[in-house]
């Protein structure tokens, strides 16, 4: 039991959230070319927690779930290298905004995966998933991401650690 949580799916979709939410605020930070330290740690840490409790659900073959799950976690080790190994120093400045950003677009992705399947009044409009509303709704959601990664890796030029502390 984990802070009164009993189950893993809830603990995995409670960590999920928080890591949707604290994701798309350290996006908007990105953007304005905010750190956000404890934030940023917030949601790194809750995101490579959901890619590894999602590998502890009972599975029968390989899933796009998976797949996801896979691909998540490699991004997520960049990611982390490059904020906290490399402290964002010249390229690995702009690998941690895409890795970051991709990250949240994952999160996301299984977000509306999720409530597609989950949710009664959304699942009418895409009982298998291949419908036009979830591809539009997963277009809308890619591209809105794909716009803030690229603002994003424009605009966030933090000043290195050690000029921060000076400033």
């Known amino acids: 039991m984990f802070f009164g949580v009993s189950s893993l799916p809830t603990f995995h979709v409670l960590i999920s959230v928080v890591g949707i939410a604290s994701g798309l605020v350290v996006v908007w930070g990105l953007l304005s070319s905010s750190r956000m330290s404890t934030l940023t740690a917030v949601f790194l840490l809750t995101t490579l927690l959901t890619s590894l409790t999602g590998f502890l659900f009972p599975f029968k073959g390989f899933t796009p779930a998976i797949g996801v799950g896979i691909v998540g976690t490699i991004v997520m080790a960049v990611c982390l290298a490059a ?85």
């Open 83 to 167: 904020r906290y190994l490399k402290q964002m120093e010249s390229g690995w400045r702009g690998a941690y905004v895409v890795t970051a950003v991709l990250s949240l677009y994952f999160n996301l992705f299984v977000l509306v995966v999720q409530l597609f399947q989950k949710v009664p009044a959304l699942n009418v409009y895409a009982p298998t998933g291949s419908e036009t509303p979830f591809a539009i709704v997963q277009g809308l959601v890619l591209l809105a991401c794909l716009v803030a990664g690229f603002v994003a890796f424009r605009r966030f030029h933090p000043l290195p650690r050690r000029q921060a502390r000076m400033a």
